[in-house]
Each structure stands twice: as structure tokens, then as C-alpha cells.
């Protein structure tokens, strides 16, 4: 690891490229560096600190006065730089502005207004484990992962069938762009086409099913919480966050537990442990993991003077991995107190779409354990080369009967 001979800014710093493909590809190899070269490191290539442990990591999500989002959660500076698309009303955002729109998003997630769903989320997850059973050997990312989420979640929303395969072009556009503008970046831009425009259309709400999520937002436009302009860019933040993500998820979980047949072997004898041993899913492979804040003034961090208006890089995988708060960081273990992981963030940017992903992810884990689903990795995975999402292009699975 090249440094330069005098660190600037009292920070040690790094040539790394955290988004090399061989970096993405490997990762927890070069998070482990970066914790032990310090508690903030100096990416000279990008001219930005990097809070690669833990408690900084932590330390900025919760600071949200001095680390704003408003200046987006990506590499690019909106205070510099115009963003590609119009900001997101939740994610790039601040108080006050972010407040009532959070309060409004976040009823609508919530897990008792998300309960009519659970259902259907089972026939759904058993249909689709008939069809495993059946097959036998798949590849889990299009025939589980997508075929599941791409089912339930737009479904959800109230989004009409059809073309959803456009959803995953344009997640994959959305999270690539807050990683800089590399060839990573520009490939999922060529991709894209049509699919901006697809996209407002569907967030519409004459395009909306009546009374599901995505007409919901446009309920408090009636009840003159949000303004109309405001509600298609609310179900935007549906469209554009809530599908890679937990497609990442499922297929992350599917590995874990591929990987570890002692703990599918205890979430089959106990299916009450589920929720937590999705939650270290999350935290041992989390599907989002890089992002950025922006300091709103001088800011003090692990010691050193970050100066105002300065973007800082956060990995929320290394975070989890971090041995300074974790035991065994890198063992699968769904007994662990898993309690404090960033997987899903925290504080006022948590994830807001946790407890309707949670479901989806709870429901699929749930039946198949209960139904006494075995799986295991049949060939040669393959992880996407990603700017912020860890997941599976290729996980060819076997699944049977235990
Ligand atoms: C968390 C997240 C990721 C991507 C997009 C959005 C949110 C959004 O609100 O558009």
C-alpha cells in the first residue's frame, strides 16, 4: 500500500481504488487494510476521507447536522455538481424539508400498515418453492431473487405487470451513480435508454393500483400533507430503492445459509429465529454498502479537522465487519447478538423501506424452512462489479426436500 510521505491533513491516506472491479469483487480484504491504517483514511484518488471502522462509521449516520445528505449520499458534491436526476425527497435531504416527508413515507412502510401483505407474500414464496422443487437446479439470482421481488414488491406498490425487468436497469443506474463517474458508472448509464421516462410514468397515479403503497402517497396529497408535484417523486424513492436491494438481500441470504448448513440447520428446527438470522445476513453481506455524507462546517473526526463542504465515504460492510465491535466478524452465525448492525443504516436515514423488505426476505426464509427446503451451491458464482451493491449475478443453486 503506496502512502504519500506526508498524509494530508493529519489523516493517513491510501492510493486504493475502492471501486476497482477487483476491489469490489473482494472486498472485505482492503476494508480490513483500511481499518488498521486508521480510523479516517485519506483517498487520495478521491480526494475524500474514508471512515472504514465502525464507530466513525456509526458517529456520521447519526450526526446528521454536521454530515448532511442533502449534498447527496453519493460521490458526486450537488453543492459542486449538477445530480443526473432530481434529488430524492428522503434520501437527499435534510431537515426540516426531510421531516414530514419521512413521517408521511415512513406510515405508509410501516409494519402494521404493511400487514394486509404478508399473505400474499406466502402464496407467492410457495409458489415459487413448488417450482424449485420441481427444477431442481436453478440459478438463483433470475429464476428466486428477481423472480420473487420483481412478483411481490411492484405488486406492492401497485405497479400493473409487465416490462419490471426496466426496475432493475434503472436500481442499477441509481446505486451505480453514487459511486464516481467510471466505467462502471458510464456502463449503467448506456443501459438505461428509455427507462427514465418509464419510470415517471409508472409513479403517475392514474398508472397506480388503487389503495396500494404507491396510491397511498397520493392519499396525502388529498389530505394536503405533500404538494401533487411532490407525491411521483415519494414513489420514485419506492422504485428506485426498494428492488435491487432486497433482491441483493435474497440472494446474499441464499449464499449465507448455502454456505453454513449448521445454521439453516438451527433456522429449520426453529423457524422463530428468522428475523435475527436475516438480520445477520445483513450485517455478515449487506447488500448496500458504500455511500457518502457531506460536512456542513469543520467537523472533528477520530481527531482530525474534516474543513466544511467535504464528501466522506462510508462502507457500511466493513462497519459490520469490523472486529473492533464484532466477535468473529467474518463468521456466519445467526445465534450472535447482531444488535447495532448498519446494514440498514440508522438514525434518520435508516432504511425506510426496512420492514416491508424484512417481510418479503422473512416470508421466503420462513417457508422454506418450514417446508424443510435444503439448497446448496451447485457452480461457480458470480458477484456483480457494482459501485455500491453487493450481490450475485450468477448463484447456481440445487434445491430439494430435506
Ligand atoms: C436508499 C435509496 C437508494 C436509492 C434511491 C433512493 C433511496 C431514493 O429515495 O430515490
Same mark, same amino acid.
Given at each position: 500500500m503506496a502512502q504519500d510521505a506526508a498524509p494530508p491533513r493529519g489523516a493517513p491516506a491510501s492510493d486504493i481504488d475502492p471501486f476497482s472491479p477487483q476491489h469490489i469483487l473482494n472486498p472485505y480484504a482492503w476494508h480490513h487494510e483500511m481499518r488498521e491504517l486508521g480510523a479516517l483514511v485519506w483517498l487520495t484518488k478521491y480526494r475524500c476521507f474514508f471512515a472504514p471502522r465502525y464507530a466513525e462509521a456509526f458517529q456520521i449516520i447519526a450526526d446528521y447536522q454536521s454530515f448532511s445528505s442533502a449534498a447527496g @449520499? $453519493?460521490?458526486?458534491n450537488f453543492n459542486k455538481e449538477k445530480p443526473? /436526476?432530481?434529488?430524492?425527497? *428522503? *434520501?437527499e435531504a435534510d431537515p426540516p424539508d426531510h421531516t414530514p416527508r419521512r413521517a408521511i413515507v415512513g406510515r405508509i412502510l410501516s409494519a402494521p400498515n404493511l400487514r394486509v401483505f404478508r399473505s400474499g407474500f406466502e402464496v407467492e414464496a410457495n409458489r415459487l418453492i413448488d417450482r424449485l422443487l420441481q427444477q /431442481?437446479?436453478?440459478? &438463483?439470482?433470475?429464476? @428466486?431473487a428477481q423472480a420473487y421481488v420483481l412478483k411481490v414488491f411492484p405488486d406492492a406498490v401497485g405497479i400493473a405487470d409487465g416490462d419490471r425487468m426496466n426496475l432493475l436497469k434503472y436500481g442499477t443506474m441509481v446505486f451505480n451513480a453514487?459511486?464516481?463517474?467510471?466505467d462502471i458508472f458510464d456502463e449503467s448509464v448506456r443501459d438505461l435508454g428509455e427507462v427514465g421516462p418509464w419510470i415517471m410514468e409508472r409513479c403517475q397515479h392514474r398508472n397506480l393500483e388503487p389503495g396500494k403503497l404507491g396510491d397511498q402517497v397520493y392519499q396525502a396529497v388529498s389530505g394536503g400533507q405533500i404538494t401533487a408535484e411532490e407525491a411521483p417523486i415519494l414513489v420514485r424513492s419506492f422504485l428506485s430503492a426498494g428492488v435491487d436491494t432486497t433482491i441483493d438481500a435474497v440472494g446474499n441470504a441464499l449464499w449465507s445459509f448455502a454456505t453454513n448448513p449448521a445454521e439453516w440447520a438451527k433456522v429449520k428446527a426453529n423457524q422463530g429465529i428468522v428475523k435475527q438470522a436475516f438480520e445477520e445476513v445483513l450485517r455478515y453481506e449487506s447488500p448496500f454498502q458504500t455511500f457518502f455524507r457531506t460536512t456542513t462546517k469543520d467537523v472533528e473526526l477520530a481527531g482530525v479537522k474534516i474543513p466544511g463542504n467535504e464528501k466522506v465515504m462510508l462502507n457500511i460492510g466493513s462497519a459490520n465487519r469490523d472486529p473492533r465491535k464484532w466477535e468473529r466478524p467474518d463468521v456466519f452465525d445467526v445465534? /450472535?447478538? @447482531? /444488535? $447495532? !448492525?448498519?446494514g440498514l443504516g440508522y438514525?434518520? !436515514? &435508516?432504511?425506510? $423501506?426496512q420492514m416491508i423488505s424484512r417481510l418479503e426476505n422473512e416470508v421466503l426464509l420462513t417457508e422454506l424452512a418450514r417446508r424443510k427446503v435444503d439448497f446448496e451451491v451447485t457452480g461457480p458464482t458470480e458477484y456483480k462489479v457494482h459501485n455500491t451493491l453487493r450481490g450475485f449475478t450468477k448463484l447456481p443453486m440445487r434445491f430439494k426436500q430435506g
Open positions: @449520499v $453519493g460521490h458526486t443526473w /436526476r432530481q434529488p430524492s425527497m *428522503l *434520501l /431442481r437446479d436453478v440459478d &438463483a439470482v433470475p429464476e @428466486v453514487f459511486g464516481p463517474q467510471n445465534s /450472535r447478538d @447482531v /444488535r $447495532g !448492525h448498519v438514525g434518520i !436515514h &435508516a432504511c425506510i $423501506g
